[in-house]
């Protein structure tokens, strides 16, 4: 049985300075054709986004004699790999998430992604007035590169209490790593750093 690789694809604008990773088992010939960069140890983090929901590169198949052969495909080579006999499907992605009566759509940036997600309304009426001091930013519905589902990068967890009126309440969140958390709050590592890649390879 064929071992998994790791390996990203460059996507299309707005995602251009994205690296799209997944795991495949592709051999070399079809990897070279639909652009595939192994990820080791070595590999720049910076833009790299695994196993996300939000965005997707396209895929390439096609119809080999032991079946339907398909795996993603780098921007560069959709052309290529079309005029080699690939089909180049549309991508489907899912997971993008927007503001509602429920929930508060928000994000923080780190390694290069605009890391995103959906935030009860609750939790961001607790947490709201630490937003900024936390690098958690509305999602406004200008941005057009926001990465939701991504469970490389993830960002740094922060935990703690704020006062509301006479009672205080909890909360725990995602933070921007480069923020200064204030005074009083906990924190807990993400993965997003060099050495987290060992962790998805």
């Known amino acids: 049985m064929t071992k998994a690789k790791l390996v990203w694809v460059a996507m299309a604008a707005p995602y251009a300075d994205i690296k799209y990773a997944f795991k495949t088992t592709a051999d070399s010939g079809v990897s070279t054709a639909l652009g595939h960069t192994a990820v080791d140890a070595n590999t720049a983090v910076q833009g ?4 996300a929901n939000h965005p997707k590169p396209r895929k390439a ?12 495909v780098s921007f560069a080579k959709e052309d290529d790999a079309a005029k080699a006999g690939w089909d180049i499907s549309r991508a489907k992605s ?11 759509a928000v994000y923080v940036t780190l390694i290069g992604v605009k890391y995103a997600w959906a935030m009860s309304l609750k939790r961001w009426n607790v947490i709201s007035g630490s937003a900024k001091a936390l690098g958690i ?4 519905g200008a941005e057009t590169d926001l990465v939701f589902g991504a469970s ?7 935990k703690g209490s704020v006062a509301k009126g006479e009672e205080s ?3 725990s969140t995602f933070y921007d790593p480069s923020a200064k958390v204030p005074t009083g709050f906990s924190t807990s590592a993400g993965t997003y750093q060099q050495g987290d890649l060992t962790l998805i390879l």
């Open 48 to 51: 790299l986004i695994y196993k």
């Open 61 to 72: 198949s096609r119809t080999r004699t032991t079946g339907i052969e398909s795996s993603y």
């Open 94 to 104: 899912k997971g993008r998430k927007a503001t509602t009566q429920r929930q508060k």
């Open 137 to 140: 930013k509305e999602v406004t």
């Open 152 to 158: 490389f990068p993830r960002p740094p967890r922060v």
């Open 169 to 171: 309440a909890k909360f």
